[in-house]
């Protein structure tokens, strides 16, 4: 029923649909759901003392500072700290290029903000990260969608894609969201290359690299575009580089960052001012004080050995209970893995019955932005515990075989 305010609505709230992943979770909230649905960590793993430890000491040293207000672009010796973290990745960049965002999902509005006007093409994996969809639906963005393999975004479909003078390439080239898949160093220089000579800025979302159980590490795309580039004393070439601490610290603290050419940064400050100012100055300088002074690395060696082994778990599980004509992906890293299941099949209608077994995942037709993949889920391994991932896994297993008849 129309009411007085259907007349007050922006257009642009006609573009923007809710999260298929937080309605779902609202189907699991119940303590008897075994949930594989959300990108969620493992609550049991999470810091509690260290970040008690930092409040403590925020409060009791600079409470003051941390409790005022702040320039828009971040406390400087967080800043000075993630240029630190990056460096051991390769990735040389200034204070001037880091801008503190509230988690990369504001990073990825004020792109939409900045960068996108409607109408605008922009380039994605298929599928692509769900959230960044939602974000840069609000401004009115098209999707030239790429598929992917096992190395990640295919070289030659981006070539013939990238003549349609996309606004900007999004991909999530580690452990990608949703899919697990990890693109190849081959791909990404290939990528780095072909965005060179389209005049194309590529957009790297990185929240998983860190989260490696097997394999070699690889660099970043920003890092291979440096190297690409030639070294400068501020980062000036074609990728912006987005990451987080919600993976690797707390998700509820809402701390991730921007590093990009000081030019955009200027652009996104600017947009940031009108949204919220700036991030909160105490959870800045919280998570400054827990990260410092190599505790960041230890903990990351604990979540590594606990998410490594639920998904050696998750893995053994599926090869168990799914019956044949199921595949899925095997990642060296990350929170997620992938499952295609036969032509035909409608994972939505899957997770309604699912649901009633007491177990859901996330359906894969939303993370394809022009339609499609609905024979496709998506499963989370960080969040459950063994014992709860073999039983939820035997449980959707036994409905795809009621599914497929067997």
């Known amino acids: 029923m129309s ?116 109408g605008d093409h922009i380039l994605v994996e298929s599928p692509s990260y769900l959230g960044a969809i939602q974000a840069f639906n609000a401004y009115g963005a098209e999707y030239i969608a790429v598929p992917f393999d096992d190395e990640g975004m295919r070289a030659d479909a981006l070539e013939e894609a990238l003549r349609a003078s996309p606004k900007f390439i999004y991909i999530v080239p580690t452990f990608q969201n949703p899919t697990g898949v990890t693109m190849s160093l081959e791909r990404r220089k290939q990528v780095v290359e072909l965005a060179d000579r389209f005049g194309v800025p590529i957009v790297e979302d990185d929240p998983y690299s860190k989260l490696r159980y ?18 400068c004393e501020e980062y000036c070439g074609n990728v912006i580089y987005l990451s987080t601490f919600s993976k690797t610290l707390a998700p509820g603290m809402r701390m991730a960052w921007v590093t990009a050419p000081v030019e955009v940064i200027r652009k996104m400050v600017q947009c940031k001012q009108g949204a919220d100012l700036h991030s909160p100055t105490f959870n ?14 230890q903990y990351i060696e604990k979540i590594r050995a606990i998410y ?66 609905e024979n496709t889920m998506r499963l989370n391994f960080s969040n459950a515990q063994p014992e709860m991932i073999r039983e939820g896994i035997a449980r959707l297993g036994q409905v795809l075989k009621e599914e497929l008849g067997e």
């Open 3 to 118: 009411t007085l305010w259907d007349q007050r609505y922006a257009r642009r709230i006609q573009l923007i649909q809710t999260s298929a992943i937080r309605e779902i979770l609202k189907l699991t909230q119940a303590p008897d759901i075994i949930s594989f649905a959300g990108g969620l960590p493992a609550p049991e793993a999470f810091p509690l003392e260290a970040i008690r430890e930092a409040c403590d000491f925020v409060l009791s040293e600079v409470g003051p500072q941390a409790l005022q207000y702040f320039p828009t672009e971040g406390v400087v010796p967080f800043r000075e700290l993630i240029c630190g973290l990056l460096a051991q990745q390769g990735m040389n960049v200034a204070v001037d290029n880091v801008l503190i965002t509230s988690g990369s999902q504001q990073a990825l509005d004020l792109l939409g903000k900045v960068f996108v006007n409607r």
């Open 214 to 231: 097997e394999g070699e590490h690889i660099p970043t795309v920003l890092a291979l575009d440096s190297q690409y580039r030639g070294e």
């Open 284 to 297: 800045q300088f919280v998570a400054y004080q827990a990260a410092k002074d190599g505790f960041l690395d």
């Open 308 to 373: 490594g082994e639920r998904r050696k778990v998750m893995l053994a599980a599926l090869e168990k209970h799914f019956p044949p004509g199921v595949k899925w992906t095997r990642p060296e890293g990350g929170m997620f893995l992938w499952a295609t299941l036969p032509e035909g099949m409608d994972a939505g209608e899957i997770l309604e019955k699912a649901v009633e077994r007491k177990v859901a995942f996330v359906p894969g037709g939303p993370f394809h932005p022009n339609g499609g993949g």
